[in-house]
């Protein structure tokens, strides 16, 4: 019966992706949810590939997707995944069906599967990952993820006990998960050792969870992102087994140091946050058997995509955009650090970070606003700050309790119009920092500014 | 004195930014944060106000362990007149007692108030209130894993003129005793709410300005708009 039951739930979900196709539509989670809502435990019917890799964590799971997916493919590998789609069980569960053969036969060697860390539950109860890395464990949507705690219970509660684990060792809310996956290796960054802590972040770890004792960071990058050790017992932050030991901005390089040697590899972006994502994936890599040069080839041929970061050279001003999650306090606040890092002695930043659909017959929450830490936008070498749509007030207020002058801001209720209030001649590091919601509108934008641009030129 | 409860842990949701406008709209007012494995301040003192923010639930059980043992001194200082503001789930630690359904964990609380609570990490609440407290109209955000349950007519923080109480079946919201204040609303209250901060600190005998006040009012009175919108969903 319930076989009976998987063959009409794939009989319809493929018609759909057939449907969707002819649409001239990309078939995206709907042939899943097709599938999920005629037969709930789907995912369990189907073959698995031989090797099943899973990506979770709170930041940085698209971008070490499209990685590992990346290298494996310039390796000769054929991989199933689904950064086409969505990463909560009904797109885990398209990726592998529209890979299937219609009797559940998995037709690629290998699946890169980006699971949504809430989605954990109702996707690894059918399949055992083989390999399943995890970036970091922070502070993330307050009203989808409410807190680190719970989010590291649904891990720790799914996660089967034979998988293999990858984890950030910098991250004790990340190297302490999954205590039943005895097959644990740590990745992290020693390179670019801060001196200084950093003031006024929230941090997600402050208790040593074996003794209640506090925890001292020996140093920290970013929100609880370090190294710490108990003041009261010996827990500490583990060892890395990947470690990037050396960072050369100049030449673009980083260098991985495992017990097995050492590899320097090309940076191919320079934010600290993707360091950490590079370290994670090239430490899996090489768990799966992939040679450094192999993994290093990839880096070298550019072929990484870059979905959330792109740039504009219009000869006399250029204008980089950066996705910016809304609602997630702590990805913002790094956004907003690696523009004050970025070249640029008089930059504009335009905000476009608001949750469009959040704000149709509603009031967005504006709470996580107040996790953010708007310091960077405070540097002197950012001379405008802009920010456009609904929200533009409750940023505005916080931009005011961060000690940001009100002169260097601008308010706009809407987002549509925002590109034309930036002053070309004046600003010449134009940064465009816009909401998943709102890429059309960023897209349309850099249009805008490409023609500004050529006009000038 | 102000005194910032345990704010390294209970912060969640924006709550470490409540601390922050206070001592913008109090520049010269003295703050002390205290740490949970530190001895309270208002042990041997009697701070103006105390402030404790939403916490994860294993802090809010280790948090009731922690003062369970100073609850007369607590109620002392409530029947002194104390200001003490408890927002997202703070509140909860002066019922009577928890149920964490998921955790399988029965826990004790003050018992202030004589109500209940019932957490549950698979029932996630996100909401809004429109209400007004003592007068003043307050707007604020909403997400827990639990509902408050019990009778809070007599004891209750404000009516919500939109959004719901300390469960969905009331308008009564939050918890207040003298000037102990206990709302399930999350921790920008203040600086969403500057008239609602000026109200607060008359309680507590500070008379200023809130900070950044035309800017803060801007902000509230277009959230306030959309609130009394009535297309918007709550
Ligand atoms: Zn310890």
């Known amino acids: 019966m319930s076989k009976l039951r998987f063959y009409m739930a794939m009989t319809a979900a493929k018609l759909s992706a057939v449907a969707l196709r002819l649409l001239g539509r990309n078939a995206t989670y709907l042939p899943g949810l097709i599938a999920l809502k005629n037969c709930k435990d789907f995912i369990g019917f189907l073959q698995k590939p031989e090797t099943l890799i899973c990506v979770t964590g709170t930041n940085g799971k698209t971008t070490t997707s499209n990685l590992l997916n990346t290298v494996l493919t310039h390796n000769g590998y054929k991989v199933t995944n689904n950064s086409f789609g969505s990463n909560v069980q009904a797109g885990v569960a398209a990726a592998l069906l529209l890979n299937s053969t219609f009797t559940g036969k998995h037709k690629n060697k290998v699946a890169v599967l980006e699971v949504d860390e809430r989605s954990s539950l109702l996707v690894y109860k059918y399949i055992t990952p083989d390999y399943l890395i995890c970036n970091n464990i922070m502070r993330d949507s307050l009203k989808r993820n409410a807190h680190t705690e719970f989010i590291s219970y649904v891990i720790n509660t799914a996660v ?26 740590y990745f992290g960054v020693e390179a670019e050792r801060p001196e200084e802590l950093p003031k006024g972040q929230i941090r997600d770890v402050c208790y040593c969870p074996v003794c209640g004792g506090r925890f001292a960071p020996d140093y920290l990058r970013f929100n609880h992102i370090g190294r710490w050790h108990c003041t009261k017992c010996d827990n500490k932050s583990p060892d890395r087994d990947y470690c990037v030991t050396a960072i050369d901005r100049v030449n673009h390089t980083f260098t991985v140091t495992a017990e097995n040697g050492e590899h320097t590899f090309r940076l191919i972006n320079d934010n600290i946050v993707n360091v950490y994502n590079f370290c994670g994936a090239i430490s899996l890599l090489r768990a799966f058997g992939l040679t450094w040069e192999q993994i290093s080839s990839a880096f070298d041929a550019g072929k990484l995509v870059q979905t959330r970061y792109d740039t504009l050279d219009a000869g006399n001003f250029k204008v ?138 | 004195m102000i005194e910032i409860l345990f704010g390294e842990v209970c912060n969640l949701y924006g709550d470490s930014q409540n601390e922050v406008y206070l001592k913008q709209t109090l520049p010269a007012a003295e703050f002390i944060d205290t740490a949970i494995t530190d001895e309270p301040y208002f042990v041997n003192n009697t701070p103006q106000m105390i402030l404790l923010g939403g916490m994860s639930e294993h802090t809010q059980r280790r948090v009731i ?71 003043v109209t307050v707007t604020a955000f909403r997400s827990s894993f639990s509902f408050i349950y019990g009778d809070n007519s007599d004891c209750y923080f404000l009516k919500a003129e939109r959004g719901c109480g300390i469960n969905p079946d009331t308008k009564l919201e939050g918890m207040r005793k003298n000037n102990l204040i206990c709302t399930s609303l999350l921790g920008p209250l203040l600086p969403l709410n500057p008239l609602f901060t000026e109200y607060l600190i008359k309680l507590a005998g500070f008379d200023a300005p809130a900070a950044f006040r035309d800017a803060a009012m801007d902000a509230y009175e277009q959230r306030l708009k959309e609130f009394r919108d009535p297309k918007t969903v709550f």
Not at chain 1, 399 to 410: D, S, Y
Not at chain 2, 87 to 100: D, M, R
């Open chain 1, 320 to 457: 980089t955009m950066i996705l910016t999650k809304g609602q997630n306090p702590i990805a913002t606040s790094r956004v907003m650090n690696y523009v004050s890092t970025c070249e640029g002695d008089n930059k504009c930043v335009l905000f476009l970070v608001d949750d469009v659909e959040d704000n149709i017959n509603n009031s967005e929450s504006t709470c996580w606003l107040y996790d953010c830490d708007y310091t960077p936008m405070a540097d002197e070498k950012i001379g405008r700050l802009i920010f456009a749509g609904p929200r533009c007030k409750d940023h505005y207020l916080r931009a005011l309790m961060t000690g940001i002058p009100k002169e260097k801001i601008v308010l706009h209720e809407t987002t549509a119009d925002a590109a034309s209030l930036v002053d070309t001649d004046t600003y010449h590091d134009i940064f465009i920092l816009y909401d998943n919601y709102r890429l059309d509108e960023a897209v349309a934008m850099k249009k805008q500014f490409a023609a500004r641009g050529e006009v000038k030129a």
């Open chain 2, 65 to 135: 362990e922690k003062l369970l043992p100073l609850k007369s001194r607590i109620e002392e200082l409530i029947a002194s007149g104390t200001v003490f503001l408890c927002t997202g789930n703070a509140g909860e630690i002066f019922t009577k007692h928890i149920s964490y359904v998921t955790e399988n964990i029965e826990t004790d609380a003050l018992g202030i108030f004589d109500l209940t609570v019932k957490t549950d990490w698979f029932k996630r609440y996100n909401g809004k209130v429109l209400g007004t407290a003592d007068g």
């Open chain 1, 160 to 185: 089967p006990a034979q998988t293999k684990v990858f984890l950030n060792a910098d991250d004790l809310n990340c190297a302490d998960l999954m205590p039943q996956c005895k097959n644990r290796t």
